[in-house]
């Protein structure tokens, strides 16, 4: 049994009624299906507005879904009520972008690494500060910062602290939403050398949510790569890295590779992203794509197994 799976999931924006007419919803995320594993970095590539922030934010229900499904160790928890949930939301955790605005500024550190255990459970004072002591240690931090404020720290010890906050409850799961894309290359490193000795003392499982190829690359274990609220490719690291099949895949992770051996050579991918309101017809990638047929246009692909789990949403995926 996967840890987390997603079916068929949907998530959209701005539906309302203009004097009792329906504007047109964005479509942020549109059937979007995928599993993770116990102990395992799954990360969610793509463009700036492809919407995978937003099914990160939809599997811990900071987001209500149109329609789909998703599975927390076998139990779905979108038809869950908030106080059956509560259960779940512990062992569910988050990393925000910018640990300069997802850490109150008029708290002091004890607050905001104790919080969560005081709804979460019953705990004096006393037991609460050791804990959160206990965290500031994993994470590289001394207990004597707990009575200071996030004003006092970089932007790299603040977003220890919100690690230290998620993890402060024993999750088993937590989404980093661009965790490390405002930190310098320097604190990136350090945070993410941090994540990964976390990962294995703990037995986390991870959803790293990013544009970073090179980081992702890295730290992945299973990567999804979404084009304008699609998956269009998905497997292990080694075979999106190494053989992408679909033409989105290998021009993104190919720009990576070029600029990493400094090759001069033109990508192969053109044009400007369509408007999220305005997605092309049929695969949303074939107004860019350098392989597109007149099908690509006329009918919305359907996924195709590469192989050793691999899998391409393309009418000709490696190009056949």
């Not at 998530?11 to 979007?32: P, Q």
């Not at 490390?180 to 949510?209: R, T």
């Not at 392989?291 to 359907?302: D, G, N, T």
């Amino acid at each position: 049994m996967s840890l987390l799976e997603i079916k068929n999931l949907h998530v959209s924006y701005g539906k309302e009624t203009f004097f009792g007419r329906e504007k047109s919803s964005l479509k942020a995320v549109e059937d979007v299906s995928l599993e993770l594993e116990q102990g395992e970095t799954f990360s969610l590539v793509g463009e700036s507005g492809c919407g995978k922030s937003t099914l990160g934010r939809a599997v811990l229900r900071l987001l209500k879904p149109d329609s789909g499904s998703i599975f927390f160790q076998g139990q779905e928890i979108l038809g869950l009520k908030e106080k059956d949930f509560l259960h779940f939301r512990k062992k569910i955790q988050i990393v925000f972008q910018d640990p300069y605005s997802s850490l109150n500024p008029r708290r002091n550190i004890k607050d905001i690494l104790t919080e969560g255990l005081f709804i979460h459970g019953q705990y004096t004072d006393q037991e609460a500060e050791k804990e959160a002591s206990a965290i500031l240690e994993k994470v590289g931090l001394s207990p004597d910062i707990l009575s200071r404020y996030p004003h006092e720290f970089s932007g790299g010890q603040r977003q220890r602290i919100a690690i230290a906050r998620a993890l402060i409850l024993k999750p088993e799961f937590v989404l980093l939403d661009e965790a490390v894309s405002a930190l310098d290359v320097s604190n990136q490193a350090q945070v993410l050398s941090l994540l990964a000795q976390l990962k294995q003392e703990f037995g986390l499982s991870y959803l790293f949510v990013s544009h970073d190829l090179g980081i992702v690359k890295s730290i992945s274990d299973k990567i999804a790569v979404m084009y304008l609220g699609r998956i269009v490719e998905i497997g292990s690291k080694e075979k999106i890295v190494e053989r992408p099949s679909h033409p989105y895949t290998k021009a993104l992770f190919g720009a990576v590779f070029e600029v990493e051996n400094r090759k001069i050579r033109k990508s192969p991918l053109q044009g400007e992203v369509p408007s999220i309101l305005n997605k092309p017809k049929g695969c949303h990638f074939h107004t860019r794509c350098p392989i597109a047929q007149p099908i690509c246009s006329q009918e919305i692909p359907k996924w195709k197994e590469i192989g050793n789990g691999q899998k391409s949403f393309c009418h000709f995926p490696d190009g056949n």
